[in-house]
């Protein structure tokens, strides 16, 4: 059996639940969610979720979104603003 090898670009943020942080982890190829204790332990879990997405998509006879990595600028943009709250 051939072997491929998929990268796909995966978002991690933490968030603050109940005084406590945890890690929220996104692949928006895939649309694919999850979170966990730890970077560690998120970027495992969304491994198992992505895999189980492409294996889903694989059994539906569906065609694997990837990702163009090579092609993809990711930046991030710094707004100045003076107002945070909408105008009444």
Same mark, same amino acid.
């Given at each position: 059996?051939? %072997?491929?090898? &998929? ?8 968030? %603050?639940?109940?005084? %406590? @942080? ?7 190829? &895939?649309?694919? /969610? =999850?979170?966990? =204790?730890? /970077? ?5 879990? @969304?491994? =198992?979720? /992505? +895999? &189980?997405? /492409? ?5 539906? %006879? ?15 943009? +710094? @707004?100045?603003?003076? +107002? ?5």
């Amino acid at each position: 059996m051939e %072997k491929h090898v &998929l990268n796909y670009r995966v978002i991690v943020e933490p968030e %603050k639940v109940e005084g %406590k @942080i945890v890690y929220n982890a996104y692949c928006p190829t &895939l649309d694919v /969610i =999850d979170y966990g =204790d730890s /970077i560690e332990e998120v970027l495992e879990s @969304i491994k =198992d979720g /992505i +895999r &189980l997405a /492409i294996e889903c998509l694989l059994e539906e %006879k569906k065609e694997v979104p990837k990702d163009k990595i090579s092609e993809q600028l990711i930046a991030t943009v +710094r @707004i100045s603003t003076n +107002r945070l709250t909408p105008a009444i």
